[in-house]
Each structure stands twice: as structure tokens, then as C-alpha cells.
């Protein structure tokens, strides 16, 4: 059975998207200014970076698919439970990150006095609540997962699952950084030691074919 696309190429998409994410993390972090969070809404730097950061959400999703691609046989039921976990969390994510980067600086023009005014209701904070913790939750299980499954070394699963532990607050930057960084090396790993990894090797041309016995 031939692989997925996303499958052939899980090393370049983790790489790619591990590292546009800690790039994006570091910068988001360099032009927040807390003591003045009207003007850091309307400055062009930060709603560039802070639009970018959204988009790195679903591209590390994308890699979350990927890799998974590469270890769901060995992973087993955990390993399953650990990706749906993490895919959860970081859609959720995605979606708090995207309201921050495109709805927070309209909201900043038409009514400024809402930036900075703590959040109520349980309703909102249970769902934020929610998204952080299946995030950080969901990629630690993942990291684990992987360990298990040895398809990659320990020491990348063992990243990833405390990437995913300090990424309780990756919608703060640039506590995002730990993941991007481990999702990164985990692609150039899977880059240097090709497409095979992971999958069960087809028999050798010409070798006989195991026939079932008739009774």
C-alpha cells in the first residue's frame, strides 16, 4: 500500500513548520510591549508577526498529521488516542490564535477599552482553559507515543513531549519555542534518514509469495 503525500514528505513539513513556528514564536515575543497593549495592537510589526503565528498553527498540525503517518502502525491504541488528542488541542489552539491576530486589532479601533479588561464568564474561561490544556496534554501524549513506538530516537520524542509540556503557554511567546524546536529536529532527522522509516519493508522482488494451506 503506497504511502500519503504527506506521509513521503513528513521530514521537509515538520522541518519547515517546526521552525517558521519557533521563528514566528521568537518574534511575537521581541515586539509585545505589555506596559502599552493599544499602541502593540496597532503597530504593523506586531500584527504581521501576530498574523503569522496564527498561520503556524495549522501548519504544525500539518505536521502533526505527517509525522503520526510515519509511526501509527508501531504507536498502537495510545498512539492514536495521543494524536487525536494533540489534534484537538492545536485546532483549538489554532482558533484562539486566530480571534488574537484578526479580531483583537478591529476590536482595538472600535472599542479600546476592552484590551486589557480581565476575561469573565466561565463559559470563555473554560473554553481557553480547554485549548490549553488539550494542546499541552495532546502533544506530551504524542511525545510519548513516540517514544513507544521507537520510529524516532527517544531523545526527539522525549523533545516533543516536553515541548508540549512548557507549550501549556504557547499562546503567550515564546513558550512555544521548546515544540517548534523539537517538531523541527524531528523533521531534519526524518530528512537525513529518508522516506522509509518507520514502514515495513516490502518483500524482495521475486520472492515467493506465502500461500495459504488448503485444509
Known amino acids: 500500500m503506497?504511502?500519503?503525500?504527506?506521509?513521503?514528505?513528513?521530514?521537509?513539513?515538520?522541518?519547515?513548520?517546526?521552525?517558521?513556528?519557533?521563528?514566528?514564536?521568537?518574534?511575537?515575543?521581541?515586539?509585545?510591549?505589555?506596559?502599552?497593549?493599544?499602541?502593540?495592537?496597532?503597530?504593523?510589526?506586531?500584527?504581521?508577526?501576530?498574523?503569522?503565528?496564527?498561520?503556524?498553527?495549522?501548519?504544525?498540525?500539518?505536521?502533526?498529521?505527517?509525522?503520526?503517518?510515519?509511526?501509527?502502525?508501531?504507536?498502537?491504541?495510545?498512539?492514536?488516542?495521543?494524536?487525536?488528542?494533540?489534534?484537538?488541542?492545536?485546532?483549538?489552539?489554532?482558533?484562539?490564535?486566530?480571534?488574537?491576530a484578526f479580531a483583537m486589532p478591529w476590536l482595538t479601533q472600535v472599542a479600546p477599552q476592552v484590551i486589557g479588561v480581565p476575561s469573565s464568564g466561565s463559559l470563555l474561561r473554560g473554553a481557553w482553559l480547554l485549548s490549553v490544556v488539550l494542546f499541552s496534554l495532546g502533544w506530551l501524549l504524542f511525545g510519548a507515543a513516540s517514544w513507544r513506538a521507537r520510529v524516532l530516537p527517544r531523545g526527539l520524542s522525549i523533545g516533543m513531549a516536553a515541548g508540549g509540556l512548557i507549550g501549556f503557554q504557547a499562546a503567550m511567546p515564546p513558550w512555544g519555542v521548546g515544540l517548534g524546536l523539537a517538531v523541527a529536529a524531528v523533521g531534519i532527522w526524518l530528512i537525513r534518514h529518508g522516506r522509509i522509516v518507520g514502514q515495513v519493508e516490502a518483500p524482495p522482488h521475486g520472492a515467493p509469495a506465502a500461500v495459504p494451506l488448503s485444509g
Not at 5 to 29: D, K, Q
Not at 62 to 72: K, N, P, S, W
Open 2 to 100: 503506497s504511502e500519503s503525500p504527506l506521509t513521503t514528505h513528513a521530514g521537509p513539513i515538520a522541518a519547515a513548520a517546526g521552525g517558521l513556528f519557533t521563528v514566528v514564536s521568537v518574534g511575537c515575543y521581541l515586539v509585545t510591549d505589555h506596559s502599552d497593549l493599544v499602541a502593540m495592537m496597532t503597530d504593523p510589526t506586531f500584527l504581521l508577526l501576530s498574523a503569522a503565528y496564527a498561520v503556524t498553527f495549522p501548519l504544525l498540525l500539518i505536521a502533526l498529521v505527517a509525522v503520526y503517518g510515519r509511526q501509527a502502525g508501531q504507536a498502537g491504541v495510545f498512539g492514536a488516542v495521543a494524536f487525536c488528542t494533540a489534534v484537538v488541542g492545536t485546532t483549538g489552539l489554532a482558533g484562539d490564535m486566530w480571534f488574537e
